[in-house]
């Protein structure tokens, strides 16, 4: 029988290590998290750029290791604050960055404060419990001030053919695009983008037939195979990752995440 998922327990113990072996994908090197990470700011960067983003307020949601924190306050940002469910973690981001960080259960309660821009980059796949994912859904658009922006990368299926269904139990979940559009719209934001942000970056969600899935369900597996056996290899192995999913979202494949901005009209 799978362990019940206790999030504050899970991302206690994860957080014992500071480091992206903690935040990133369960199980593997940092090395190869080092990589996967770069990929996912690469395409974020472009979306930025694309959109003609520059927000002088950032919140970032789920701050954990501080690894976005740093990637805002690095574009000039004015002010990057944070909040994270792990006291230890945001004891480190306050040592850490010139912000405001604090203790927050995103599924319960809303930031102090609204801001330019908020940030949730791959977290609320972890609120597996759906009032507390549809309370968190609120509280961030709540957070958003009026002609701001919501910024989301979740493993987000859009329903092109088959999708992945997680056993009861798992510490994250993919879900249905409605899923996080209706709470957001009801919320008083509108949609402005919603596009791919890996393709075997992170673990495959859907694809347009089952034998699609099983290819990129295998090439993901196959991905973290030698890293898994071998800690030194995740360099090599997350290189070519960070290669190959470029091209393959240049192609318009979108396997896993997805990148969703919001706007709250101004």
Sequence with gaps: MRERYDPGEYWERLHARDGLDAVGQSG?????????????????????????????????????????????????????????LVPVAVDRLRDRFPGTFEVLDIGTAAPSGTYDLVSVLNVLLHITDEER???????LAAAVRPGGYLLMIEPIQKGVGYRVSYPEGASSLARPVLAYLDPLIDAGLEVVALEGATAIGADPIEASNRAALAGWRALWRLAKLPPKMWARSGH???????????????????????????????
Excluded: I
Excluded at 58 to 80: E, F, H, I, K, P
Excluded at 133 to 139: G, P, V
């Design 133 to 139: 994912f549809r309370s968190a859904l609120r509280n």
């Design 28 to 84: 593997m090197p940092a090395n190869f998290n080092r990589w996967l990470y770069s990929g996912t700011a690469d395409r974020l960067e472009q979306f930025v750029l694309r959109h003609g983003l520059r927000p002088q307020t950032v919140l970032d949601v789920g701050s954990g290791t501080g690894y976005w924190v740093a990637w805002w306050a690095a574009r000039g940002v004015q002010r990057v604050d944070g909040c994270d």
């Design 236 to 266: 090599l192995t997350g290189w070519l990752v960070w290669k190959l999913d470029p091209m393959l979202l240049r192609r318009g494949y979108a396997p896993s995440s997805k990148v969703l901005l919001m706007k709250r009209p101004g």
